[in-house]
């Protein structure tokens, strides 16, 4: 590989996963939720519930960082992190079909946790072999804190 393609790269990858990590995000999305729904709205929540409006930009952000952290850990061929950052994605996507789409508050508490606990050993692993990438995840993981705090409120809240 020349220098000018491995220098290409290292910017290439991370753009590349900056655009298929929104994407697929807003697919999901887009397939389980059209806004705040009316089976959604009668759900009683816990203190601290944001307004609806929040979550795009904050997810268009995270989303963003996200993929700018893969395209690094595949520039570097990183690839058992890689992995793991599959895994917690996947888990990501089937989170919002599962909670909006098919108003299964405990499976996708369940899908949260897991998330939850996978994005942490992405990040440990990240951390290992590009410190950036691992910092790059630390938004998304207190943000999925935040809402497993949410998912499990409502739980709580509608059991």
């Known amino acids: 590989m020349t220098h000018a393609s491995n220098s290409a790269g290292k910017w290439l990858w991370p753009m590349a996963g900056a655009v298929i990590c929104l994407g ?4 999901s999305g887009l397939s389980s939720a ?3 729904t009316e089976w959604y709205q009668s759900l009683q929540k816990p203190p601290g519930n944001p307004p609806p409006w929040v979550f795009g930009p904050v997810w268009t952000i995270l989303y963003l ?4 952290a893969l395209g690094r ?9 890689v992995v793991l950052f599959g895994i917690q994605f996947l888990l ?7 909670f909006f789409g098919a108003h299964q508050i405990m ?3 369940i899908i949260i946790v897991l998330m939850w606990i996978t994005i942490l050993r992405t990040i440990l692993a990240a951390k290992k072999v590009d410190l950036v990438s691992g910092y790059l995840l630390i938004p998304y993981l207190l943000w999925v804190s935040y809402a497993t705090y949410l ?9």
């Open 24 to 27: 697929l995000g807003i697919v």
């Open 151 to 159: 998912n499990a409120g409502i739980f709580y809240l509608n059991r």
């Open 65 to 68: 960082l996200m993929g700018i």
């Open 34 to 36: 059209s806004g705040p």
């Open 73 to 81: 850990l595949i520039h570097l061929k990183a690839w058992p992190v």
């Open 107 to 109: 499976a996708a508490l």
């Open 92 to 98: 990501n996507l089937a989170w919002s079909p599962m």
